[in-house]
């Protein structure tokens, strides 16, 4: 009989196999989501969340912006970014003979 931690080996193994792994993109949302409700929870503002994430000012140079003018902000900024990633990353469209 094989030692206990072989045999939980094997059967995290057996697990992890049933497992699917998230589609590409899903967990870095995920963790952008924890990181931007994290900011939030310690005071940080929206304009400050953009400037970390590398957003461009949505306004004018002389004119402040509100939330939600940020807030659509980073969303475009993250969508796009998640479409460059997207169609850098091989899909099943991209298989031999598919």
Same mark, same amino acid.
Request: some cysteine; proline content about 8%; charged content about 25%.
């Given at each position: ?17 049933? +497992? @699917?792994?998230?589609?590409? !993109? ?8 924890? $990181?931007? +409700?994290? $900011?939030?929870? @310690?005071?940080?503002?929206? &304009?400050?969340?953009? &400037?970390?994430?590398?957003?461009? #000012?949505?306004? $004018?140079? #002389?004119?402040?912006?509100? #939330? ?14 998640? @479409?460059?990633?997207? +169609? +850098? ?5 991209? $298989?031999?003979? !598919?």
């Amino acid at each position: 009989m094989a030692p206990v931690h072989h045999q939980d080996r094997r059967r995290q193994h057996r697990d992890d196999d049933r +497992t @699917q792994l998230a589609p590409p !993109g899903e967990l870095g949302e995920e963790l952008l989501a924890r $990181a931007v +409700t994290a $900011a939030l929870t @310690q005071g940080v503002s929206w &304009a400050q969340i953009g &400037a970390r994430l590398g957003v461009s #000012d949505p306004c $004018a140079p #002389d004119r402040e912006c509100s #939330d939600r003018q940020w807030q659509d902000a980073i969303v475009d900024h993250e969508n796009a970014r998640a @479409q460059r990633v997207h +169609t +850098t990353m091989p899909g099943p469209s991209s $298989a031999p003979g !598919g």
